[in-house]
């Protein structure tokens, strides 16, 4: 992984001895790297925007969403995918331009659609029928008029796991691609006063490592593009490929991102010219392939069971309640004794958490020293994205701090939860 080095037995993450991180800052921990946020980030320069002028990224804050993210953001005049009225808010909070904004949500709340409308959102993808009203009616109390996209259901099944496939037929996100429901929905947009028809959006999974798919579902998004010309004589300007950029965890290999834009781009021009459109804008929205290597999470050996002749477990002080991935996807991560870095693994363990519950397991099968022992720093790699965000309070255990580092600087992104914090909305109702 990258930004990670190993001196004098110990584990380095941007610069920063993991293990004083884990004394100064406390266990468990999230730690994010800037170097190789920005590294991401100028590679979607590199290989997307700047390579394809008018293209644009909207980084997708449920990866990882923090007012300092945010900022990193801003700074790097990237705009972002939102799905929640708490992401939108954390965005303003940081003052993140409204019209870099892009709304997605298959049931966005009416509250949520005021607040997006009065902001000013650049964008928002509508995700079904009766989210139209719901829009006119906050453009009309804000006298505004809103950008919209339209999300489809392409019909194809991405090769991931099912609980991170969108595109196919059967799924709760985007409009199903049936002549007499889809087309009604582009013609009441197109129609309205209050709403501006700008494009099609779609976004067929996550953690993916090949492009067929993707290309697979822009032929079909075109095909739309073409009827929409026909039936209405209106011109698609504007196409978003969501996101769904695979990462490495263990052993996968990552693409980078030209391996999936170059085609997409060629074919979406190719296609253009046949149907007789100018180029549409195209837009994507990468998030744990921004994130996900760039962060790393600390722990510190607890107690250590042996089970003779079965197993044996080594228990941190954190686990589902700071990553769900391994028991709700079955991820695969690879972890490292931060302060023994450097000593043969001698020995294969179960890393486990401290979450009342047997599927509470970080690492199935870890390659350890025999010399691991309380007090010892684990590092679990590539757990940037849908990490924190995906974070619980399970057994009432606080959510971890988040810090960032960069070139050996240190600081909280995020603090640590604090008890009263985990039960400040408790209330004891008065007939108990
Ligand atoms: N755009 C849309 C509309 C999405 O639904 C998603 C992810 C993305 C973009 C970003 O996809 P990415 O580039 O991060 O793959 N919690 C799961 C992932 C769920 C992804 C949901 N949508 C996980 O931990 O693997």
Request: charge should be negative.
């Amino acid at each position: 992984m990258n930004n990670l080095e190993i001196r004098d037995n110990r584990l380095y993450f941007d610069g920063c001895d993991t293990t004083e991180l884990a004394e100064k800052f406390g266990t468990p921990v999230y730690v994010m790297s800037y170097s190789e946020i920005m590294r991401r980030i100028n590679e979607l320069k590199e290989q997307f925007t700047e390579k394809y002028p008018s293209s644009r990224i909207a980084y997708a804050s449920k990866a990882f969403c923090t007012t300092g993210m945010y900022e990193i953001l801003k700074k790097a005049g990237a705009c972002i995918d939102v799905v929640s009225g708490g992401e939108l808010y954390a965005a303003q909070q940081v003052d993140f331009p409204a019209e870099c904004v892009e709304f997605n949500g298959n049931n966005k709340l009416p509250e949520e659609i005021d607040q997006a409308v009065s902001y000013g959102v650049g964008r928002i993808i509508l995700d079904g029928l009766q989210e139209i009203e719901l829009i006119e009616a906050a453009c009309k109390k804000y006298q505004k008029k809103m950008n919209i996209m339209v999300r489809i259901t392409p019909g194809v099944a991405a090769s991931t796991h099912d609980y991170i496939v969108t595109g196919k037929k059967d799924s709760k996100f985007g409009i199903p691609l049936v002549e007499e429901i889809f087309l009604p929905v582009i013609e009441q947009v197109v129609d309205s006063e209050y709403l501006e028809f700008v494009g099609l959006h779609m976004h067929i999974g996550s953690q993916l490592f090949e492009n067929d798919a993707y290309l697979q579902a822009l032929d079909v998004l075109m095909d739309w593009v073409a009827r929409i010309k026909d039936e209405f004589n209106v011109t698609v300007k504007e196409v978003n490929f969501g996101g769904g950029y695979g990462v490495t965890y263990t052993d996968e290999e990552r693409k980078p991102y030209s391996f999936f834009m170059d085609p997409m781009m060629e074919r979406l021009q190719k296609r253009s010219e046949e149907i007789g459109i100018p180029c549409p804008v195209a837009v994507i929205e990468p998030g744990r392939s921004v994130v996900a290597e760039a962060g790393i999470t600390l722990y510190k050996v607890g107690q250590i069971k042996e089970i003779p002749g079965v197993r044996k477990y080594v228990s941190v002080d954190g686990g589902m309640g700071d990553n769900i991935r391994v028991a709700l996807y079955q991820a695969e991560y690879k972890g490292i004794v931060a302060n023994k870095a450097e000593e043969p693994l001698e020995e294969t363990v179960s890393l486990c958490g401290k979450y009342c519950e047997s599927g509470d397991i970080l690492i199935p099968e870890m390659k350890i020293p025999s010399s691991v022992e309380q007090g010892d720093i684990i590092a679990v790699l590539s757990t940037g994205a849908y990490g924190y965000t995906m974070a619980s309070n399970y057994n009432n255990n606080p959510i971890p701090g988040v810090v960032l580092v960069k070139e050996g600087k240190a600081a909280w992104m995020v603090k640590p939860q604090t008890y009263d914090q985990i039960i400040q909305n408790h209330v004891i109702p008065d007939f108990i």
